[in-house]
């Protein structure tokens, strides 16, 4: 079975720039899971889709960042324009259908970005 | 606000010992899940283990088993005969509560010493 995959692994920009970044989650899985992870620290959640359909976008900054998930399978999120503090790595996670937090999550191997 | 605490920053053991990394968390729920992660150095974060609230039984996964005290709202990870390629960073998490969303706690980074 394929894992979830994300794209880029790594990305450096200038602060004020825009970034994208991918995520591809299992096949079949409902939920999808975008994390930000600062160094040092948990997975804090941004957003979380059930298909297509936002679950809980409560602690994403919404004046700078975006994200979709098109026809319930890819998603991509955006930061448009960066800040020094949005440097971290940003996770993707999918769960199978269901009450989603019972099952586990699946992880990507994360995007890392850099803003200077 | 719902929380996981890990008041372990940093723990160290020596390879082939055994260790218990502690975890805590917040709830107003009766039935939810508990997991441990594990993420190695520059590599993904995987599942450890699992725990059911309403199950009395502690889970176990090979070397890995919790001690689980529901009252107590208290989640800790026993690492048995531990092995160089356990040193990680370990997150508790806890979900679902009512909207659905695991929350996870700071973490602990395990250092195996040979």
């Known amino acids: 079975e394929a894992g979830v995959a994300q794209s880029p692994r790594y990305k450096i920009i200038e602060k004020r720039q825009s970034v994208a970044f991918w995520c591809n989650p299992i096949?079949?899985?409902?939920?999808l899971y975008w994390y930000q992870q600062i160094l040092g620290q948990g997975p804090k959640l941004l957003i979380q889709?059930?298909?297509?359909?936002?679950?809980?976008d409560s602690q994403l900054p919404k004046d700078r960042f975006s994200a979709e998930r098109l026809k319930g399978v890819d998603s991509t999120l955006k930061i448009q324009p960066a800040k020094l503090e949005d440097s971290a790595v940003y996770l993707c996670?999918?769960?199978?259908?269901?009450?989603?937090?019972?099952?586990?999550?699946?992880f990507g191997p994360g995007t890392r970005l850099t803003v200077t | 606000a719902q929380t996981v605490t890990q008041s372990q920053p940093e723990m160290s053991v020596q390879e082939a010992e055994t260790v218990t990394l502690s975890c805590t968390y917040d709830?107003?729920?009766?039935?939810?899940?508990l997991f441990w992660y594990k993420q190695p150095p520059s590599r993904q974060m995987i599942l450890v283990i699992r725990?059911?609230?309403?199950?009395?039984q502690n889970a176990t996964e090979n070397r890995f088993s919790v001690n689980f005290q529901k009252a107590a709202k208290s989640f800790s990870l026993k690492i048995s005969d531990s092995q160089l390629g356990d040193a990680a960073m370990y997150f508790c998490?806890?979900?679902?509560?009512?909207?659905?969303?695991?929350?996870f706690g700071k973490g602990t980074r395990l250092h195996i010493l040979p």
């Open positions: 996670a999918s769960s199978p259908p269901g009450l989603a937090g019972a099952y586990e999550q699946y």
């Open positions: 096949s079949g899985h409902a939920t």
């Open positions: 889709f059930q298909n297509n359909g936002v679950v809980d």
């Open positions: 709830t107003s729920e009766s039935d939810y899940y």
């Open positions: 725990q059911e609230a309403y199950k009395q």
């Open positions: 998490a806890r979900g679902p509560n009512r909207d659905d969303k695991i929350i």
